[in-house]
């Protein structure tokens, strides 16, 4: 059964602070990965996606690939308390795959 | 262009009901998935419907079903409703990227609540 693992947290981390979410994944023939934020209450919103090893930035985010070690990371720099939410991860073979979740990371911005 | 759009938005229904939610993609967009969110078990794939047809299906009993009608709205519809079938309904609609994955959005969900 293909699965995504994350932690469920919470993580707290200090405003300003770098925020580090991890997340690994069990089939090694996944392709593509998705990073989404979810606030309590409201649905889940696209963050990042990557496609290939090493890093993608945009903005105050980072997405990190590593398929050798079926690892996918998010970091968010300068974190603001608006950051403060769940954020699932999630994984696909192919566009003609399911997109598989994990459960989600309770991320705690300390003001 | 208009987001995903959900009908409708809470439910109350009692045991062994029947219930029918509503999905209306972006524009544009020939995919949609359903998927069940509960706390305990985070967002679990229902099913995906692409140009009126079941593409992939999740680990649900067949009182889950659903369609794709030519527009590419979509309806899920649960039968003989228990009360564990307690929760929010999300649908996402997609196109694919020119890296060939899809990317999602999500709708504003249906919070269904059986008593």
């Known amino acids: 059964q293909k699965e995504v693992e994350q932690n469920s947290g919470p993580l707290s981390v200090p405003e300003g602070a770098i925020a580090s979410l991890n997340c690994t994944y069990s089939d090694r023939g996944s392709q593509s990965f998705f990073w989404y934020r979810q606030y309590s209450g409201k649905s889940p919103e696209l963050i990042m996606s990557?496609?290939?090893?090493g890093d993608k930035e945009d903005g105050r985010f980072t997405a990190q690939l590593n398929k050798a070690s079926q690892y996918v990371s998010l970091l968010i720099r300068d974190s603001q308390p608006s950051d403060s939410a769940t954020y699932l991860c999630?994984?696909?073979?192919?566009?003609?795959?399911?997109?598989?979740f994990g459960k989600g990371t309770r991320l705690h911005i300390l003001p | 262009k208009a987001g995903v759009t959900q009908t409708p938005r809470y439910l109350i229904k009692t045991r062994g009901q029947q219930v029918t939610l509503s999905c209306s993609p972006i524009s544009g967009h020939r995919s949609v998935s359903w998927y069940q969110q509960t706390p305990g078990q985070g967002l679990q794939f229902l099913f995906e419907?692409?140009?009126?047809?079941?593409?992939n299906k999740g680990n649900f009993p067949g009182r889950f079903s659903g369609r794709q009608f030519s527009n590419s709205r979509s309806e899920m519809n649960v039968s003989t409703l228990e009360l564990g079938d307690s929760a929010l309904y999300l649908c996402?609609?997609?196109?694919?990227?020119?890296?060939?994955?899809?990317?999602?959005?999500f709708g504003p969900g249906t919070r269904l609540t059986v008593l």
């Open positions: 999630a994984a696909t073979m192919n566009r003609d795959d399911k997109i598989i």
């Open positions: 996402a609609s997609s196109s694919p990227t020119r890296l060939g994955a899809d990317t999602q959005y």
């Open positions: 419907y692409f140009s009126e047809t079941q593409r």
């Open positions: 990557i496609y290939s090893n």
